[in-house]
């Protein structure tokens, strides 16, 4: 309704009471108003109504939604089902153009207006979170592992020569998958034992790239959030080193944002050396289906590059889970979840400490992980470890992994001994467990509950008829 | 409600009334398990209710949905937003393992059983349509684009020792920039002119396959579905050079899959020669917003690796669009849709003949362009015949393209003479319109009555004034 | 997005682009200003996009979705469940207000504005169907027994010394009730058998009228749509004995609205004599769920009083209801609906007459009932015919009757003889079935195959074994 | 997804992560059988998944979702628009047949069960809040004053030479029009001042009976939630004159289950005496939209006759709200909502107390009064006491009254003295809020500081500038 119509409705509703109604329309389009005037992610939260009727509104500058269109090509957004279209919002083009996933669309006004807020009020979340460095970003529909092959494929061009990704070792599958899909040949550095803790062993980065001569390397690929004993990399020494031998320096922060010791690293890292791009999962970080990767740097020339590598157009879903979470978040109340989240991990550390003296183990001291926590485990001649693991799943724990550092894998061609543990030779069988955006106290108690009585029957603390017990139970 | 629940319900509504019920619910029941068994797109589509619970039914498999679930882990699929949540009917995971992107996954067997069953419904759709002895496929969160870099990044792994990418060409961006984002040196094959059609040069590809050896081409990328006047490639002789040589043959089958013609072209491809995959579009072929494509092959092993290329998970709200659809759809609905498509190729042809001959121009004899036309255009001292297309865009006509057959563009340091028209040397100017999937009779007509005004206004049949005139009407 | 928004845009999309989402808004804000000025129902259905915007703008203006609105009522439509809150599109106030339910609420300009709205709508679509003497109208979250009962109410207040409502019969138990309800006797006239038809017994209602006196009677209450045999009220007629007598009139024209033949007789009646009210189901006219009514007369004030009869607030939702049905029906959707049904009445009758030959039953002679049909039936010594029925009804039939004419049935004190055929001797037993609106010819094709093959069956023209067989079947 | 389902999934996702899935909905299965089995509103309240899906189960039970229904009936639930059908979770029948709202209905049984299992919930819920002895409850698709008018046309019934009401005045329209409506006469008993408190004139209620004689008495119908100063009627004493006359006796508890001592009181009163229904609305004490009300008595057969009394089917929407909405909440969740009401009453009783004190003012002693709390006004000689109501309402204030005690009435041929005050004689003008469920801490705040502000600009405490200042901001 415009002016007109409001002014036309006052032969049906006294103008009284359309004085408030037309009072908070007005709010509302403020609301709106200054998200285009400054693109920034809101201070304050919009109600659920705000958003679908920005949403909807945003939906019909498309053209498959222009009420006399007429459509003559090949792709013109027609959705089949009724369904499919009210769960897109009636959004059909996705984003980006055939030259450019950042480009705005001729026939989607609405759809390529709500990418850009998107990437801006992303930007604004990063930098209000610690980055405040950075330059630029732009949501990918891809999730972290093809964002960095997408990194890594955009160096490509600019390094022809480039053979190697130097990588400090991560047990984690898609990280070490994505330099292979590239094209590259991964360098493994090990990690150095310091305490109970894993960090990186900055030297022999140094080395190896003096060895393969800088030209040849593509970049180095450091990461920041993942499972203890392994703490964040040591960003700063590796920007370093990068910003010396001139070698491209690619951060995978999966699910740092949600910890502002990840994202202070990574500015620090930017502020002392190199960094080209740091890689961060919607899911993990503003609780989101899986499916969206921000793809953010120092220098907005190199994301541009990397928006123009994503040949033809993508899918819209995870831009539009974006738009909506972060409208409906504000600054304000992802702070909040960071604040709790913060303190969710000093309970979690310290419940864990209580069941782990219980059993005599000890929680891991690894300071330089923000969100994970390992816990030594019991050995129990009769059972393997990762039965540990099975019964925790089975009693509703997710997220748990059971880490025997026995375990070698083949990926792609290199080996790696003790996978899982990040390292050839961790000395403890552990656990970890994870305080991650969105846990509840209520998870905390549960899980330790399920552990504590996982532990009791798996030491045989308790007599064997009870353990009998628990194969129904289980 | 199960057995049980049914049978507690007599107590409060009578038993005859109950029984129909009972009866309704089984035929649902019916539907599911005939999918379960065949694994098959079914012959009629469900309605809409049946398929909503359906996808609850799977929602509720996943583990962020569990009632008593408690995560501790990094990613735990916690959605922020209700309205999220909801346009996603709860399903958090996304698809795919950090390994393979399609695996299952342990913590969201609904999610991961919807995957499967979309794979193997839209495999059943691909061999019902024509390409009866494709062996696998997989569906994409990526457009065709992005689709096309994937399979070529599958050929490197296998090719180290490859170069080049040899492309007949045509003029659509996306598909170009797919061969230098995979990190290949494109090899341009000009078209030959065969009457009004441009078609595919096999001799000057034999020549560049034996000129620079087999052993370094990584692929031989042809395309079926184009605007006119090129026409559909020679994939069958193509596919026999692929056979000869030992070099790869990937397809692009963007929106080939509405046409009965591209998918037999396939198939015999297949059958003389070599074809490793054929990539098509979800939203150009099943009328699903932008933002996946489906991988097919006729050698599973290959269409397997190309799964195993994808590091990490995907978003899985294209899988959710296209499940919802082909249930919705059904082989009969898709049929349907194919052929009331070919009819409006033969209506739009006619009536744009018809518009021609009014203004002495003609429609291009392509006839093996089974979706698009091409009609030429009249010339205007005055205006240039850009100014046309933008008149029929503005009059809310989108997917023509006005070509000018004059236009020179440079990408990524390749030069483009006569960009646009598939040719260095196209004879004629032209405009073309597609006869795409879910185009309606009142398309048609909207087009050419719009089409006629802009051509009357254009060549100026009208006098001045009215002429004049047209700029407030635009 | 006001236009401030608009141009702020600019600075992320390109004008060019914006300027055809701006005509498309102009385009839908001017569907709204419409509706605002002229109070009419679209001549051309609106799209579901353009309704839901619509919706959820009103919706805004409602105080419970004012951004600072604090609430200290006892009744500030706080809504608990997302669920709900989302299914009635965040309007909580219902309608009306504790003095008329016609009136607009303070708190609820957007609610009471859609409510005025609907009323306007209904209102042109009732003229439009053929009552164009029609001076207002109602739309009651009321189905039409209660709302017949509202009518007698309103009666009651200007008629303190009222006692009787004359009933020309109809077996259907919610009208008959109403005078019950209302706390009037139901005088029930019995109708007259003319051929095949029953018709209004006109001068037995003018003897009741002079014998109970004018002025003790309530009200004369006729029928318009009811099941064959039984033919439509002689309007005309009843309606001059009121107006020669001074007692109101009012009609209940439950599913007449879509046909033009009762809308014809309403507005004839109420030109040559009196009609006070007639009334009509939501559901049943316009493909709503069960739960509303419009009353409408043709004196304003009298259905003014109606609306001041009602105590306090009611549910708005039967008025959502309408209100998006109307917008998206459209006058022309609304007259293609009537057009349909009248042709599917036509096939239904001959595709009857087909089965009623083959078994030497014919279909009853029933001109005066546009919409429902009677056949005669077989006898079976062995079968009661209620079996018939059932057997129907088994196979997904719904809506036929079965009639013996041989029930007797005790209402409120009032034996009726014949219950079901709406006479207490009528000659044969038979079986009715209605082409309503929204029919299809599917739902022909596969009644007509059921009732085939019951009477089959029933008939026994196929042998025992079969008839056996049956069994099964049902 | 049945049994055999499920094993199919085998062969698309391992056994093992099948294995919670089905636990899971193991669970949830479990859910509904103990709500089929005990009829009772759940412990604890369920998620939003669980109901949705249940819901839909229920409607895929009624014919108009019948994979192969035929309708040829005129009422066969045949929905239009699909966002009406989607809003209705496809349920269309509505709820009760033509002799009875409580009946269920042969093509519905997906909505009838619904219906009933609602009915069960809420009497287990009234129960549970303190009326235990309550027999039997009716959710009609009614506000409460028509459900009031349905109760007395039911006791016209039982006693058709009644022709009186009696009736404690409380001064809110709908009520004491339920009685015109339904045709009776009112007896207005004024009420007594008792310090700050209005009480019910017990001795007064005793002489009209008396004098009219107990057998003209319709009922007496008294209230529990009302505005302060008034108190809850002395429902104990009024329910022992009804028992000692043999009159009817039905409670108004319009908001009243939000608190405890109402339903106190309507237990005791029924233990000591005769209470035949009472009634309460629902959106004022279970946050549903308005347009339910809940009749409920002691003696199941009353309470069938009220439902023998509504002729016809009726809308099915309250219905569905209640029961997603008593589904969502459960017992738990409704206590929890009563608790922090009963808090918030105490917290706003002291912010007003501070506030009074600051402007020499006080709140009003009426300790009768769970709900609703009275303050004192300031004079001034200039500004007319409504605008302060004015200008808290345009501040966002929503629900409070200003009551000046001079105001003058007519309704319905009666003249009501002092109207708004519930007396012709109460000594101040006072300003009313009230803490109702739902209600947050936060409203509390806006309002204090809005009243606040209002009074310090009322009563002139800043000086004339700020005043005049004042004026733009309202």
Redesign the interface.
């Known amino acids: 309704?415009?002016e007109?119509?409001y002014k036309?409705?006052e032969?049906?509703?006294?103008t009284?009471?359309?004085?408030?109604?037309s009072e908070?329309?007005t709010?509302?389009?403020k609301l709106?108003?200054i998200l285009?005037?400054q693109?920034k992610c809101p201070e304050e939260g919009w109600?659920?109504?705000?958003?679908?009727?920005?949403l909807?509104?945003l939906?019909?500058?498309?053209?498959n939604?222009?009420?006399?269109?007429?459509?003559?090509?090949?792709?013109?957004?027609?959705?089949?089902?009724?369904?499919?279209s009210?769960?897109?919002?009636?959004?059909?083009?996705?984003?980006g153009r055939?030259?450019d996933i950042a480009e705005?669309?001729?026939?989607a006004?609405?759809s390529?207006?709500m990418n850009?807020?998107t990437n801006c009020m992303v930007l604004d979340l990063i930098r209000a979170t610690g980055v405040r460095k950075t330059a630029a970003c732009l949501v990918v529909?891809?999730?972290?592992?093809?964002s960095?092959?997408l990194c890594l494929?955009t160096v490509?061009?600019q390094r022809p020569g480039a053979k190697y990704v130097i990588w400090p070792r991560i047990d984690?599958?898609?990280?070490f998958?994505?330099i292979?899909?590239?094209?590259f040949e991964p360098v493994v550095i090990e990690n150095c034992l310091d305490g109970d803790e894993l960090r990186t062993d900055v030297a022999e980065i140094d080395r190896q790239i003096t060895a393969l001569k800088p030209e040849s390397i593509a970049a180095v690929m450091t990461t920041t959030?993942c499972?203890a004993p392994r703490g964040i990399d040591k960003l700063e020494d590796v920007a370093r080193l990068c910003s010396r031998y001139g070698v491209p320096h690619i951060i995978n922060n999966?699910?740092g944002v949600q910890s502002t010791k990840c994202m202070h690293h990574i500015q620090e890292a930017a502020r002392v050396g190199r960094v080209d791009a740091f890689v961060q999962?919607t899911?993990?970080n503003?609780?989101?289906?899986?499916?969206?990767a921000v793809i953010a740097g120092f220098d907005s020339a190199f994301i541009q590059q990397v928006g123009k590598?994503?040949?033809?157009?993508?899918?819209?879903?995870?831009v539009?889970?974006l738009f909506?979470?972060l409208l409906?978040?504000g600054i304000r109340g992802h702070k909040k979840l960071l604040e709790d989240r913060k303190a969710l991990k000093s309970l979690?550390t310290q419940r864990m400490e209580g069941v782990a003296e219980k059993y005599g183990l000890r929680v891991l001291n690894t300071k330089n992980n923000p969100?994970?926590i390992a816990m030594t485990l019991p050995e129990n001649m009769n059972i393997p470890l990762t039965e540990l693991g099975s019964r925790l799943?089975?009693r509703?724990?997710?997220?748990?992994?059971v880490i025997r550092t026995s375990d070698d894998k083949m990926?792609a061609g290199t080996r790696f001994i003790g996978w899982g543990s990040h390292s050839k030779s961790y000395p403890y069988a552990y656990l970890t467990?994870?305080?991650?955006?969105?846990?509840t106290e209520?998870?905390?108690d549960?899980?330790i509950q399920?552990l504590d009585k996982c532990l009791e029957k798996f030491t045989g603390t308790k007599n064997t008829k009870e353990t009998y017990g628990s194969e129904n139970d289980v």
């Not at 705005?104 to 026939?107: A, D, H």
């Open positions: 309704m415009n007109t119509s036309l409705a032969r049906l509703v006294p009284t009471y359309l004085h408030q109604a908070s329309r709010a509302r389009e709106i108003r285009m005037e693109h109600d659920d109504a705000s958003i679908e009727l920005f909807n509104d939906a019909l500058m498309d053209s939604n222009f009420p006399h269109n007429c459509g003559v090509g090949e792709r013109e957004a027609r959705i089949y089902s009724g369904l499919v009210k769960r897109h919002y009636r959004l059909g083009h996705g984003i055939s030259g705005v669309q001729p026939k006004a609405g390529s207006l850009k807020l529909p891809l999730a972290t592992g093809m960095m092959v494929l490509r061009q984690q599958k898609s990280c998958k994505a292979i899909t590239a094209g959030s499972f999966a699910y999962s899911d993990k503003f609780m989101v289906p899986v499916g969206g590598m994503y040949p033809g157009r993508a899918s819209g879903s995870p539009v889970d909506i979470t409906s978040m979690l969100i994970s799943f089975l509703g724990v997710s997220g748990t992994r990926i467990a994870a305080a991650s955006i969105g846990m209520e998870d905390v549960l899980f399920r």
